[in-house]
C-alpha cells in the first residue's frame, strides 16, 4: 500500500467533504456552460430583433458570472483545505516532504477540476435547453428550441474554468508551503482577542451609510453631488456601502453583543453567555464574510428587483404612451369588426408655440374629439371648456425638467390654459406627446394644415401582431401598441431571465458561502458543545444555542443587504419613474423564503455536527 | 558510548521585542540509547514546548540538537521530513487519526509514507498490534473504538517504523486510569525488551512512574533529575511524589 492509495482511500471514505466542494465546483460549470451556452446559441440572436442589444448585456453577464464563479470556488477550496488540514499535518508529521504533499494535492484538484468539467458540461447541455425555452418564452417568440451542442461554450467553458482550477491548485501549494507544523498544535489554544468596540467606529460606520444612502436618493438631475462627482458617483456609493457594511458589523455587533453580555439578567439566562460569546469571538473573522454576504444580497436584491421590476411595468409603460392599440395618419382600413373595441377617426391641425428659449410643436385638436377620445379612454372626468380657456396635454411631462404651459397665443388672442394633463390622450408616436384641446370654434378658425388621423381599440392587443403588421405596411404614421409591447417583451424577456439567472446564482451562492463558514465555526466548537453535553445542558437548550449563534450570522447581512436593495431600487425606480413597489415587495419576499430554507439546512446540519462529535467522544 | 540525543544549550524565546518571552532557557542534557526518561514540572513550564522542539516540530531559537551525528536545529525543512520519516515516532494527547483510515491504516501510515513492502507492512502491523493489545481491532474506524484504544493505536503508529526515538506528550492526559496503566505498560515492556527510547512529557506521577529517570523543569529550566535505578515502580512512585512536595509542583492537578 502507498501513500497514493491510501489518499485515495481517504477520498473515498471522505466523500461527504469532496462531495461539497465537488457539488460548487460542479455547480459553478453548470451555470456557467449554460450560460456560455446561450449566450453562443443561434436561436436567440436569429430569434429577436433586439438581439444585438441582448448579446451585449448577455456577454457582460457572462463576464460578472465569470468573475463570480472564481471567486467561489476560490471560497470553496479554502474551506475545503481547512477541512484537510488536520490530515496534511499528520502526513508532514509523519515525515513527507512538503513538495510531495504539495504534488499530491495539485494533481488531487486538477483532477476534482477535471472531472467537475465533465460532469458539469453534460449536466450543462440538458440544463441549457431546459432554460433556453424558458427564455425563448420569456421573450415571446415561439420558436421551439433546437438541441444543439455548443462548441464556441465548450471551449470557452473549458478555458475559464483550467485557469480557475490552476489558480486555486497553485493557491493549496503554496498553503502547504506556509504551513508550519507547530501551528497545528497550537491552532485551537489560539485565542483571538475579544474585541473592544470603540464609538468612533459606530460612529463612521452609520455616517458611511447615511452618506451613501443620502447621494443615492439624490436627483440625478439636480443633485450637486453627482455634479461635482460626475460618473464616479456610483463607485463611491457602492465604496460607502461596503465600508460602511465591514464597520457596522465589526463594530455595532461587538458594541451591542458586549453589552448585552454584561447585563446579568439577559446573560445569566440559559447559555445566551454562550451564544454571545461565541459570536464575539469570532467577531473580526465574521465581520469580513458578513460583509461579503451583505453585498451580494444586496446585488442580488437590486438587480433581481430592478429587472423584474421593469418587466413587471413593461405593460403599464407601453399602454401609458400607446393609449389606443393602433393609430395611423390617413383613411380608415378594413379591420374585423369582432375585434375592434372602438374606434375613432378624427383630426388635427399643427401650432408652433414659442417658449422661453425654443419653440415647441403641439397637435391641435377640438374639444369635442377631445370628449370621444377621452370617453374611450375611460378619463375620470371630461370638463367642458369655457371661454378664453383650452387644455394642453404633455404625455412626457416631468416637473423636473418640463415646462408648464400657462398660456396660448392663437390667432393673436391669449388663451389661458385652464387644466393640464400629464397623460397621453392618443398614441405619442402617431401625433407627438403634447397637444392642445381648443374649442370647436376656435379650431375652425385655424389656419393651418388639417390631418386625418385613426384610433382604434381592440380586444386582447398583444396578441393582434397579423393585424398590426398588415397595418403597419399599408398606413403611414403608424404606432401600434402591439408591436411596442412584444419588442419590449422580447428584450425585457431576456433581461428578466439573465436577472433571474444571476440572482439566482448568487443566491446559491451566497448561501453556500454562509454554510460553508458555519459548518467550519461547527468543526470549531465541538469541543465547547462536548463540555456542555457533559456538564448536563440539554438538547433543547443547546440546540437554541446553535440557532442563535446561526441566525445571527445570517439575519444581520439579510436586513442590512435588504436594507441596501431597498435604496439602491428606490433610486432606480426614481430614476426610471416606475412604480416598484409589488415586483420589488415580491421579489424580496421571494428571497428571504429561499434565504430561510438555507438558514433551516444550516442549523440542521450545524446540529448534527455537533451531536456527533459527542456521542463519539 | 555516545549518547543517542545530545541536547546543548536550547533556548526559545516567544514573542517579538520587549515582550520576548523565554519558554526554555539554558537547557543541556543527554538521552542514551534505549533509555525510557519523563520530562515533569507545572503547567506552563516548557515540557511541551521542550518536546516540540526536538521532536523537530518546531524550532530553538538557539542551541544543538543532536541525534546520532544530526544537527536537528540546523537542518532544513526537507531533511527534516525524512529525518522524521526514518527516526522518529510520535504520540499526543489528543490522538491525531485520521477518522477516514482504519486502525490498521492509521497503523501503517508511516511505513506506507517510506514505500515498505506489502507483506513487510502486513507483518510489522500484526507484531506491533499484538504487542499494543489491538489485534481484533484493526479493521474498526477509529470512531468505533474507545479512548485508550484509540491512543494505542496511536503509540502503535508512533511504533511501527522502529523509530531510534519516541515522543509522546501527556499520552495519558485524556485516559481513565485502567486505560493509562495498559499504554504505559505497553510503552514499558516496549522499551525493556526491544530496547526502544521513548521520551515523555507527564505531569502525572503515576505516570512518571513507568521511566526510568525524571528531568524536572520549571520557569523553562532544568530543575532537577532523578533516577529509578534499581527501585521498583511503586518505590519510584513514591519518590516522585516527594519530590513534587519538595519543589512545591502540583501533584494533583488535571491536564
Ligand atoms: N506560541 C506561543 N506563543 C507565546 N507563548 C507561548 C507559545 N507556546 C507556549 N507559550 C508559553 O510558553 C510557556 C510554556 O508552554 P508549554 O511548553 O506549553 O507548557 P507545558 O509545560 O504546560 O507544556 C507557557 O508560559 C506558554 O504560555
Ligand atoms: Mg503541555
Redesign the interface.
Known amino acids: ?3 497514493f ?2 489518499a485515495v ?2 477520498i473515498r ?2 466523500m461527504k467533504s469532496y462531495s461539497l466542494y465537488i457539488g460548487s465546483t460542479v455547480f459553478s460549470i453548470l451555470i456557467y456552460f449554460t450560460f456560455a451556452t446561450l449566450k453562443y446559441s443561434n436561436d436567440i440572436s436569429g430569434a429577436a430583433a433586439t438581439s444585438k442589444q441582448i448579446q451585449g448585456v448577455m456577454g457582460a453577464a457572462a463576464f460578472v458570472l465569470m468573475i463570480f464563479v472564481a471567486i467561489f470556488i476560490l471560497y470553496s477550496n479554502s474551506f475545503f483545505m481547512k477541512k484537510r488540514k ?2 496534511v499535518a ?10 510531495s504533499i504539495g504534488c499530491l494535492l495539485f494533481f488531487e484538484n486538477m483532477v476534482i477540476g477535471l472531472l467537475s468539467l465533465i460532469i458539469g458540461v453534460v449536466l450543462g447541455f440538458l440544463l441549457s435547453r431546459a432554460l433556453l425555452s424558458i427564455l425563448l418564452k420569456l421573450m415571446g417568440l415561439d420558436v421551439v428550441a433546437g438541441f444543439t451542442f455548443s462548441t464556441g461554450a465548450l471551449i470557452n467553458t473549458v478555458i475559464v474554468f483550467f485557469i480557475i482550477f490552476l489558480v486555486t491548485s497553485l493557491m493549496g501549494y503554496r498553503v502547504i508551503y506556509r504551513f508550519k ?2 501551528d497545528l ?1 497550537h491552532a485551537e489554544k489560539k485565542g483571538e482577542e475579544v474585541p473592544k468596540a470603540r464609538i468612533v467606529t459606530v460612529f463612521l460606520g452609520v455616517l458611511a451609510l447615511a452618506a451613501a444612502y443620502v447621494i443615492a436618493l439624490q436627483d440625478l438631475m439636480d443633485s450637486q453631488v453627482w455634479q461635482a462627482l460626475g460618473l464616479a458617483t456610483p463607485i463611491i456609493i457602492i465604496a460607502l456601502t461596503v465600508i460602511g457594511s465591514y464597520l457596522l458589523f465589526h463594530s455595532v455587533l461587538v458594541y451591542v453583543l458586549s453589552a448585552l453580555k454584561r447585563n446579568p439578567r439577559w446573560a445569566w439566562k440559559g447559555l445566551h453567555m454562550m451564544t454571545a460569546s461565541q459570536l464575539l469571538y469570532r467577531i473580526r473573522g465574521n465581520a469580513k464574510t458578513l460583509t461579503i454576504i451583505t453585498v451580494l444580497s444586496a446585488t442580488t436584491i437590486t438587480s433581481g428587483g430592478a429587472v423584474f421590476g421593469v418587466y413587471y411595468n413593461a405593460e403599464k409603460n407601453v399602454e401609458m404612451y400607446m393609449p389606443y392599440t393602433f393609430m395611423w395618419e390617413g383613411d380608415q382600413q378594413t379591420i374585423d369588426p369582432a375585434i375592434i373595441e372602438s374606434e375613432v377617426s378624427f383630426n388635427s391641425k399643427m401650432i408652433r408655440v414659442p417658449l422661453a428659449s425654443y419653440e415647441m410643436e403641439y397637435a391641435v385638436i377640438d374639444e369635442s374629439t377631445y370628449q370621444t377620445l377621452a370617453k374611450n379612454l375611460e378619463w375620470p372626468e371630461v370638463q367642458k371648456l369655457q371661454k378664453g380657456e383650452v387644455f394642453a396635454i404633455d404625455a412626457y411631462f416631468d416637473e423636473r425638467w418640463s415646462d408648464k404651459l400657462e398660456s396660448v397665443n392663437i390667432n393673436d388672442t391669449d388663451y389661458k390654459v385652464a387644466k393640464f394633463f400629464d397623460q397621453a390622450l392618443f398614441n405619442v408616436g402617431t401625433l407627438g406627446a403634447n397637444a392642445i384641446v381648443v374649442p370647436d370654434q376656435l379650431y375652425e378658425e385655424m389656419d393651418s394644415d388639417e390631418k386625418l388621423l385613426q384610433a382604434v381599440n381592440v380586444i386582447d392587443y398583444k396578441k393582434q401582431r397579423e393585424v398590426s403588421d398588415k397595418l403597419a405596411a399599408s398606413t403611414e404614421n403608424f404606432s401600434s401598441a402591439t408591436a411596442d409591447y412584444n419588442s419590449s417583451i422580447e428584450s425585457l424577456g431576456a433581461l428578466l431571465f439573465i436577472g433571474s439567472f444571476l440572482g439566482l446564482v448568487f443566491l446559491v451562492a451566497t448561501g453556500s458561502i454562509i454554510f460553508f463558514k458555519m459548518m467550519t465555526e461547527a468543526e470549531e466548537d465541538k469541543a465547547k458543545y462536548a463540555i456542555l453535553h457533559k456538564i448536563g445542558v440539554s438538547n433543547k437548550d443547546m440546540k437554541r444555542t446553535i440557532r442563535g449563534q446561526v441566525g445571527v450570522i445570517f439575519i444581520a447581512p439579510l436586513l442590512l443587504g435588504l436594507l441596501h436593495g431597498g435604496v439602491a431600487l428606490t433610486a432606480v425606480s426614481n430614476l426610471l419613474m416606475m412604480d416598484f413597489l409589488v415586483p420589488v415587495v415580491i421579489w424580496m419576499v421571494a428571497y428571504t423564503l429561499i434565504y430561510a430554507i438555507y438558514y433551516i439546512a444550516t442549523v440542521y446540519n450545524f446540529n448534527k455536527i455537533i451531536r456527533r462529535s459527542y456521542s ?1 467522544g | 558510548m555516545e549518547p543517542l540525543l545530545l541536547v546543548k544549550n536550547v533556548e526559545k524565546a516567544y514573542g517579538k521585542g520587549t515582550n520576548t518571552f523565554n519558554a526554555l532557557e539554558n537547557i543541556s542534557f543527554e538521552i542514551d540509547h534505549g533509555e525510557f526518561v519523563g520530562v515533569m514540572g507545572p503547567s506552563g513550564a516548557g515540557k511541551s514546548t521542550l518536546l516540540n522542539i526536538l521532536a523537530t516540530i518546531d524550532t530553538p531559537t538557539s542551541g544543538d540538537i543532536l541525534i546520532g551525528p544530526d544537527n536537528i536545529a540546523k537542518m532544513d525543512e526537507e531533511k527534516l521530513a525524512d529525518f522524521r520519516r526514518d527516526h522518529l515516532g510520535f504520540i499526543f494527547q489528543d490522538y491525531n487519526l485520521l477518522d477516514s483510515l482504519t486502525v490498521r491504516e492509521n497503523i501503517l501510515l508511516p511505513l506506507a509514507i517510506a514505500k515498505k513492502k506489502p507483506a513487510v507492512i502486513k507483518e510489522r502491523v500484526e507484531e506491533i498490534a499484538a504487542t499494543f493489545g489491538i489485534s481484533n481491532l484493526l479493521d474498526k474506524y477509529p470512531y468505533q473504538i474507545s479512548g485508550g484504544q484509540k491512543q494505542r493505536t496511536a503509540a502503535s503508529r508512533a511504533l511501527i517504523s522502529k523509530p531510534k526515538i519516541i515522543f509522546a506528550d501527556e499520552p495519558t492526559g485524556a485516559l481513565d486510569s485502567k486505560s493509562a496503566t495498559d499504554l504505559l505498560e505497553s510503552m514499558s515492556a516496549l522499551n525493556e525488551k526491544h530496547e526502544a527510547t521513548i521520551m515523555m512529557v507527564t505531569h502525572d506521577a503515576y505516570a512518571a512512574s513507568f521511566c526510568r529517570r525524571i528531568l524536572f523543569i520549571r520557569d523553562g529550566r532544568l530543575s532537577k533529575e532523578i533516577l529509578r535505578g534499581r527501585k521498583t515502580r511503586k518505590e519510584f512512585f513514591q519518590m516522585i511524589l516527594d519530590e513534587l512536595s519538595q519543589v512545591g509542583g502540583e501533584t494533583n492537578d488535571v491536564i
Do not use: A, H, Q
Open positions: 500500500m502507498t501513500l492509495d491510501l482511500k481517504n471514505r471522505n488536520k490530515e499528520l502526513y508532514s508529521l509523519l515525515g513527507v516532504r512538503k513538495r507544523l507547530i498544535f463519539e
